[in-house]
């Protein structure tokens, strides 16, 4: 965290952040000649832009690469030979490329949130309505407390920065206690719940329900930092989840493929997403259909280069055949997308394509007929013909969920299960079972941490959240989070159909087993290379922060 890294970082931001703008569309580039001084924040719209950025370009390096790597891949999601197995088989080190790009991705949030919360402070016309000044300072401590949330789960003790001056002239800033930046953490989104609005001042941006929705998860990790579950924590996060499941009007969509279509961003079980847009500067556009997608057939481009990359075996085995969510989440041979199309070799004309919707293929290997990868589906949209023409290589604009509806459901089940081993809690299970209905899979009546564990896998795999899971865990029960890790079969394996098209069955079975074994020495991520050379003080003991 040198003086000069961060100051680079500010002129950065102070390059990139009028790179989304305000209008019916605040993802729209407001005027290029805007500065950033007095002379800006002169109304609603001028707030809202020099907010807008927080919700996509201060991002991008994490949700490119990193967010599956770290969040799905080393938790157990996916296997592959070939991209992201540093991650993957939990051998990530400190010149793994998602270690500094996620590193400095959060901090890059944390220090365009400084700035903007400082512009609004200082710079803010008395003629903008305060409710309006409140929630734009809001929206950037809601970015701040989450970017921090990464940071104390991935690497622990950090550097807590609220004012971008002080890395201007302050060469020896150390890390921070576990205990101190959670507290920051939590103060951040507090603020954020409290001056956020109900209704979204525009659609996609904040409210206080996604604040509140974020603050339940927040305190239900925390609960568990001291070695054991804090009962006050665990009430806070029960007691703001269900205030989101009561008030905010939010509502799971009926169908679970669906959240996954560009035309249903920012729907009604969306809280927190960022925004993303397919033509607009590089970095306000989402990546990641180019890394995931098994193939250019499925995108339209030169990408696609996501064919060696597929579930873990781990993670296939805890599909039941009717769970819909399977399909929604990993491809099998065989399986029909309507919504997504694929160039194939015409038939009856040699040497040319056609396009038609997607049938996943079934390749031969020798004489037998298996996939060995169960491709990603999850955020792989397709082609421009499947999305209004807005495609183009490595550039999309599928929002990326943080937090939706269904993850406040299971974290209030998890919040009220407790420090029990079980529970028959009415509510716990009605909101639980919520989330099986729709998956097609059928209802507990008892519920185990256990059972919520592997929900929440299922539910949300590919959405970058497993991985903080485990980290959840770990905080009071470390034995059992590293013997989850260890039991997963991360190796090679074969899915078979039963039919080439419009498939109805599959038959997996292993092929060369692979297990990575950690300790609590690897649990963490190691602090980026070039980041202790550049700044020694972030091996120093962690100390208190002041509030």
Known sequence: MKKTNYHIYLIALACTLFAAGCSKDFLNRPPEDAIVDVNFYQTTDQILAGT???????????????????????????????????????????????????????????????????????????????????????????????????????????????????LLTDTSISRNTIASVWEFIIRDIRFAAENLPAAPMQKGRLTKWAAEGMLAKMYLTRAGISGSKNQTDLDSAAWYANDVIMNSGAALMDNYEDLFLVKNNNNSESLFALQWKYDGDWGTQNSVQAFLAYGSE??????????????????????????????????????????????????????????????????????????????????????????????????????????????????????????????????????????????????????????????????????????YDLVRLYYYDPAKAISLINAQDRGTYRVAANAATNATSWTITSDVPAFYNVTQSNFLLPLPAAELTAAPNLRKPPVPYQF
Do not use: C
């Open 52 to 166: 807008a950025p927080l919700y996509n370009i201060v991002w991008f390096a994490y949700n490119d690469k990193a967010s599956h790597g770290i969040g799905d891949g080393r938790a157990g999601i996916l296997m592959s030979g070939s991209y992201q197995v540093d991650n993957i088989r939990m051998q990530t080190t400190d010149v793994t490329p998602e270690v500094y790009s996620s590193w400095t991705s959060f901090f890059n949030v944390v220090a365009q949130a400084n700035q903007i919360i400082s512009n609004l402070v200082t710079y803010t016309a008395p003629t903008v309505p305060e409710n309006v000044k409140q929630a734009g300072i809001a929206e950037g401590r809601f970015m701040r407390g989450v970017a921090y949330s990464y940071l104390v789960q991935n690497w622990g003790a950090v550097p807590i920065i609220a004012d971008n001056k002080v």
């Open 298 to 467: 499925i995108t339209g481009f030169g990408d696609g280069w996501g064919g060696d990359l597929g579930a873990s075996l781990d993670q296939l085995k805890l599909y039941r055949i009717d769970d819909k969510r399977r399909k929604g989440t990993f491809m099998f041979p065989g399986d029909h997308y309507s919504y997504i199309h694929q160039s194939v070799d015409d038939p009856n004309n040699p040497g040319k394509k056609i396009i038609q919707e997607l049938q996943v293929p079934w390749n031969y290997v020798g004489t037998e007929r298996y996939n060995a990868r169960a491709w990603v589906k999850k955020y792989v949209v397709g082609r421009p013909e499947d999305n209004d023409g807005k495609v183009t290589q490595q550039h999309t604009e599928i929002n990326t969920y943080m937090l939706r509806l269904a993850d406040v459901y299971l974290i209030y089940a998890e919040a009220l299960l407790g420090k029990s081993a079980s529970t028959t809690n009415a509510q716990a299970l009605l909101y639980f079972n919520k989330v099986r209905k729709r998956a097609g899979v059928p209802e507990k009546t008892v519920l185990t941490w256990d059972d919520i564990y592997i929900e929440r896998r299922l539910e949300l795999a590919m959405e970058g959240q497993a991985w």
